[in-house]
């Protein structure tokens, strides 16, 4: 429509440039001409200005259309640019908002992958701690446990039941000792008498000492009582069976019985039925009340 209109304002310029040419040509021969002239050329000549001067005004219209055409397709194609280099900024701050937004999104993810490992390895370094401070209370409590050990509690550990019950000191009757540990404890009754002091009476060293209450313990002849004495601990030997005494046979008619190869549990002569036992066995109670 614009281009149509352009071809219609230069054809009507070169007809308005001819109709200038000509008026001016008129103009012109009417100088010299005659002064009186007839009235058709005056108003020929009218008519002619007249159509040039609407020529004129429809090409000044037609040239003001074109200028406001002009200017509407400037102002829309500037409305254009200024909408596209919106939406072109708006773009780049949509994609400059979304980088942002992922490098932020990345830097929290990794932050959060770093404090996850941090998190793992304080876990880790407590758990390590603990299991430290576990192992230091165990061999603490070991020690202490080890510490509360007595002597005897640590060769029961390193010798065998054999190696206790047959313990023997070189050139000692192992029966008498025996007897004879029974008879100092038994006076102690209940109470019992610590060992240490029972080493001492029988002048024997500790490590003799504490096998030998081993060796007694199990012969169920005494019983030991673990004790803290002074700081340290220790035993108490406390009598379970009266050794028998050798004093109280040499009364008994058995020793002295004529007819003692005869006598059994099941035979004609017993002592189930021995009149002899009976009388002594009354006479040894009377004397032990």
């Known amino acids: 429509m614009i281009k149509k209109e352009k071809g219609s304002s230069d054809e ?22 005659v002064k009186a002239k007839p009235k058709k050329k005056e108003a020929k000549k009218k008519t002619e200005v007249k159509k040039l001067k609407t020529k004129k005004t429809e090409a000044s219209k037609l040239e003001v259309r074109n200028t406001e055409a002009k200017k509407k397709a400037e102002a829309k194609k500037k409305a254009e640019a200024k909408k596209k280099a919106e939406a072109k900024k708006k773009t780049e701050a ?21 404090a996850k490992k941090k998190a793992e390895a304080k876990k ?16 603490a409590k070991k020690k202490e446990e080890e510490a509360k050990k007595t002597y005897e509690e640590l060769l029961e550990e390193q010798l065998t039941e054999e190696e206790i019950t047959g313990f023997q000191i070189d050139k000692t009757d192992m029966d008498r000792l025996s007897n004879k540990v029974c008879e100092i404890v038994a006076g ?5 008498m610590f060992q240490s002091e029972l080493w001492k009476k029988l002048k024997l060293s500790s490590r003799d000492g504490s096998r030998l209450a081993l060796k007694l313990e199990r012969m169920g002849m ?36 004529p007819v003692e190869a005869q006598c059994s549990i099941d035979g004609e002569i017993s002592p189930k039925t021995c009149k002899l036992i009976d009388d002594w066995v009354r006479i040894e109670s009377k004397h032990s009340n």
């Open 12 to 33: 009507l310029k070169k007809e308005l440039e001819v109709s200038k040419a000509k008026l001016a040509l008129l103009n012109k021969k009417s100088i010299h001409s």
């Open 124 to 139: 880790k370094a407590e758990a390590k701690k603990k299991e430290e401070a576990k192992k230091k209370e165990e061999e």
């Open 188 to 192: 102690y009754e209940t109470e019992g």
């Open 222 to 257: 005494i019983s030991r009582e673990k004790i803290l004495e002074n700081g340290r601990w220790t035993y108490k030997l406390i009598i379970k069976r009266s050794p028998v005494s050798t004093s109280s046979l040499e009364g008994a008619p058995c020793l002295t019985c």
């Open 94 to 114: 949509k994609k400059k908002a979304a980088k942002k937004k992922a490098e932020a999104k990345k830097k929290a993810a990794k932050k959060k992958v770093e």
